[in-house]
């Protein structure tokens, strides 16, 4: 079993940026994919980004040129940078690995 533990999330102003933590424990060797997920109030859970193990990345259109996806395979935490937020940024936040796990969440608002 994996557990996920996401944190950083906060309220921030539009144009700001925040940096989201996913810290993975127990059998973190199956984590071959890595990917996070957004849900905004009303609204579906969407992914919005992954980054598997040999490097490659993937963002949906409406994150893609304002968030990064990375790791740090030392501490078993992957991150996602945001950046220029804006207010439909707002949601819950999820990593997740398919099949697998989800964290808690946390949550992004972003004012304008």
């Not at 992914?47 to 395979?73: C, E, H, P, Q, W």
Request: aromatic residues 8%.
């Amino acid at each position: 079993q994996v557990q996920l533990v996401e944190s950083g999330g906060g309220s921030v102003q539009a144009g700001e940026s925040l940096t989201l933590s996913c810290a993975a424990s127990g059998r973190v060797d199956l984590i071959q994919i890595m990917q996070w997920h957004r849900q905004a109030p009303g609204m579906e859970r969407k992914l919005i980004a992954g980054l598997i193990n040999d490097g490659s990345t993937m963002y949906s259109d409406l994150v893609k040129g304002r968030f990064t996806i990375s790791k740090d395979a030392a501490k078993n935490v992957w991150y996602l940078q945001m950046n220029n937020l804006q207010p439909n940024d707002t949601a819950i936040y999820y990593c997740n690995v398919p099949n697998e796990s989800w964290g808690q969440g946390t949550q992004v608002t972003v004012s304008s």
